[in-house]
């Protein structure tokens, strides 16, 4: 069955080049990536589509691919298989021939072909015939014979000596980037000790993570962080997820508490020199929008991080209010922080039918679902899918287009034998490939005790549970 190219969706933009010079490239959400030389133009194109392919296979679902190469353009559909299906495709316009006489020889008309095309009005002037003999040829035919020279000329033409090409059809920029070598493991060690190493395939999949977090997108993104069941680590993943966008992307990053009473999130996270709170945003909200009003103004609201470089926005404090966020309220927020930020990551409450939870998901760009490695956790992860993708439209699209995190129990790792780990591990495991037919990405991370109590920090966790981390930003931010 054929693929749908209305359910395909248009992000990231993709691109392949293909240049009658021998050189083609294929260009993902802005970033270039060289194609291997090939010895046709042929071979040449099916190296830029294994690419493409290859993004396909890691978003797990079909991309589109505009195509431009020497013989025309078009659009292309590619999926995880490797079926590829065509939308459009214009051929290029053919070279304008001359129009040759039907008794024009053949190395005559090699030299008319080759000569440009000419659009003023013939001459008027007399001709004068060549003296009879010399050229039998032009008594029958009415035309001059080509010189020595000219049919020489026209010999190569036949034979295939290429034209003389435009400057604009080649370029002394080398457009393949520089691999540095190896920075990690024996092969960094190689590399430090003046041997240049290349780097692994580990390596190089954590340079590709860091190159997709690390970009910058047109527009602020707003990332919703999802499930209806309390204790599945939403606040840690809240948390982790700003840390690291902040820290690679240098994008202007705030986390957003959008419980609709109470939440966590200030916490397990650092306080500011004062006690505001989304609401009090949301009373300076005017002044927060006027034109005049200098962009520092934001920080009497939220609580920075000083070491992983992203801001708090907290939920209401005050014990004895009753105040719950109404959906108007997230609007006035959202509008608020996207003026200021060009990344939001809000966290929220368990209940998916109160009015701040729903506004938020209007606002969301890219859903994530976190989930530890138990049963009641993760069925709470499956039905916050189902709601969204049975009220259909943009809340179906974000359950078909989410992430969802499995993070190893906390509480199965603190008196758990070996065998014991292994299947919460197993668990682990069978939770994620449960989800994985359902959602764009799955991610794994390890148990960390520095996730477990107290203010959450980046620097603080084991280098895998960072290595997870990044892969699991990786995966939220190819959805941009």
């Given amino acids: 069955m054929g693929l749908n ?92 021939r001359a129009e040759v006489p039907a008794t024009t020889t053949p190395a005559a008309a090699a030299v008319i072909d080759s000569a440009p095309v000419e659009t003023a009005q013939p001459q008027t002037a007399p001709v004068h015939p060549e003296p009879v003999g010399e050229h039998p040829a032009s008594s029958t035919t009415g035309m001059r014979m080509p010189s020595t020279h000219e049919t020489a000329t026209a010999v190569s033409a036949v034979e295939g000596t290429p034209r003389r090409r435009s400057l604009k ?14 920075t990690r493991g024996w092969r960094g060690t190689l590399t430090r000790l003046g041997f240049r190493t290349d780097p692994s395939a580990g390596e190089m999949a954590e340079r590709e993570d860091i190159r997709t977090v690390s970009q910058h997108w047109p527009g602020p993104r707003t990332i919703a962080v999802v499930n209806r069941k309390g204790g599945a680590n939403k606040t840690p993943t809240v948390v982790m997820l700003s840390a690291v966008l902040a820290r690679y ?5 705030v986390a957003w508490d959008n419980n609709e009473s ?28 006027s034109p005049s009003t200098n962009a520092a103004e934001i920080a009497k609201f939220v609580h920075h991080q000083t070491a992983d470089k992203f801001d708090v926005l907290r939920s209401d404090g005050n ?8 959906a108007e309220e997230v609007d006035i927020a959202h509008q608020v922080l996207t003026r200021y930020y060009r990344l939001v990551v809000m966290d929220s409450g368990n209940t998916a039918r109160a009015a701040n939870w729903r506004r938020m998901i209007d606002h969301t760009n890219q859903l994530v679902v976190p989930v530890t490695a138990i049963e009641d956790r993760a069925e709470a992860a499956r039905l916050t899918l189902q709601t969204l993708e049975s009220r259909g439209g943009h809340e179906a699209e974000l359950a078909r287009n989410a992430v969802v995190i499995v993070s190893e129990s906390t509480d199965a790792k603190r008196s758990m034998s070996g065998d014991a780990l292994k299947r919460a591990k197993d668990e682990a495991q069978r939770i994620a490939d449960g989800f994985a037919p359902y959602v764009r990405a799955v991610v794994r991370i390890p148990y960390d005790p520095a996730l477990v109590n107290g203010p959450i920090r980046y620097e603080v966790l084991r280098p895998a549970t960072q290595r997870a981390w990044l892969a699991a930003a990786a995966a939220v931010a190819s959805g941009f």
């Fill in 262 to 289: 109470q939440g966590t999130l200030g916490w397990r996270t650092e306080k500011g020199a004062h006690d505001r709170s989304v609401l009090d945003l949301i009373d300076s909200s005017r002044s927060l929008l």
């Fill in 169 to 182: 059809e080649t370029s002394f920029l080398v457009s393949a980037p520089v691999l540095e070598p190896a």
């Fill in 5 to 96: 190219a209305t359910e395909v969706l248009a992000f990231p933009k993709i691109q392949a080049i293909v240049r009658d010079n021998g050189t083609a490239e294929v260009v993902v959400a802005g970033n270039s990536r060289a194609v291997a030389p090939a010895g046709s133009l042929q071979q040449l194109r099916e190296n830029a589509l294994a690419i493409v392919l290859g993004e396909a296979k890691t978003l797990n679902r079909p991309v589109r691919v505009a195509i431009d190469d020497p013989e025309g353009h078009g659009e292309l559909l590619v999926s995880p298989d490797g079926s590829k299906e065509s939308v459009s495709y214009t051929p290029k316009p053919a070279r304008r």
């Fill in 249 to 253: 992307s240098g994008a202007a990053t």
């Fill in 319 to 326: 014990e004895e209010g009753d105040h719950e966020v109404t």
